[in-house]
């Protein structure tokens, strides 16, 4: 049975934000069967299970072949074994995982360096200083992005787990001002969200907190 590793309770900014949910809708869109592993604050500073994943984050996933973490990874091993996800001619899979590596590599970065600034630091005085020169980067890569795009549909002739990373890397983009600037963007995103794996995998996340929520 494959399992995967996710937080009991996180904070209300973090919801719907969180990496495992990268692989509970990767696992819903191949249509594989798994557990859950849920981790208090302490699980995660375990020895145990930091010999799973080093950096107390989640997720780390076990198949029963292999054990593993970082939401990448764990989401290309799920795309080999499913071809909802990842053509099976080396083409295609060569453009599935070029757009993962481009979602977390190119991308995100960018994303992260702006809504770290706005979520923690907005007030400090470097953050003021720095904020414009990230939001000017991350308009670079969003426009580099939708003149890839386009008109297409999804990144290459059908929907993959380059998609479907690079939908929750849009996700991450808090600041809709900036995002209303690329309305093929947003289309894009709003694509990726309105897919029912993503909506049933969004559901379960979510109802993780409201559980821990009421139990308090």
């Known amino acids: 049975m494959i399992k995967f590793s996710s937080f009991e ?15 509970r ?7 594989l069967r798994y ?34 973490f970082e939401s990448g ?22 453009r599935t995982m070029s757009w993962v590596f481009a979602a977390l590599n190119s991308v995100e ?11 923690f630091y907005k007030d400090e005085e470097w953050a003021k200083l720095r904020r ?8 670079l890569r969003l426009r580099q992005l939708a003149g890839w795009l386009g008109d297409r549909e999804w990144l290459e002739d059908r929907f993959t787990a380059g998609d479907l990373m690079m939908t929750t890397v849009l996700r991450e983009v ?25 909506q049933k995998a969004m559901r379960d996340h979510l109802a993780l907190y409201a559980n821990a929520d009421a139990a308090e």
Request: glycine fraction near 4%; include cysteine; hydrophobic fraction near 45%.
């Open 9 to 23: 309770w996180v904070p209300d900014f973090a919801r719907g934000y969180v990496k495992e949910f990268r692989v």
């Open 25 to 31: 809708w990767a696992l819903e869109e191949a249509g």
């Open 35 to 68: 557990e859950e592993m849920c981790l208090s604050m302490d699980d995660k500073v375990s020895p145990a299970y930091l010999k799973k994943q080093p950096f107390a984050q989640v997720p780390c996933y076990e198949d029963g072949e292999v054990s593993m």
């Open 73 to 94: 990874a764990i989401l290309l091993r799920i795309a080999e074994q499913s071809e909802a996800l990842m053509p099976r001619d080396a083409q295609g899979r060569a």
């Open 109 to 119: 970065p960018a994303v992260s360096a702006v809504t770290h600034i706005d979520l």
């Open 132 to 139: 414009p020169s990230a939001v000017e980067f991350l308009q």
């Open 174 to 198: 808090r600041q809709e001002d900036v995002l209303a600037q690329f309305p093929t963007l947003r289309a894009y995103r709003a694509r990726g969200e309105a897919r029912p794996a993503f």
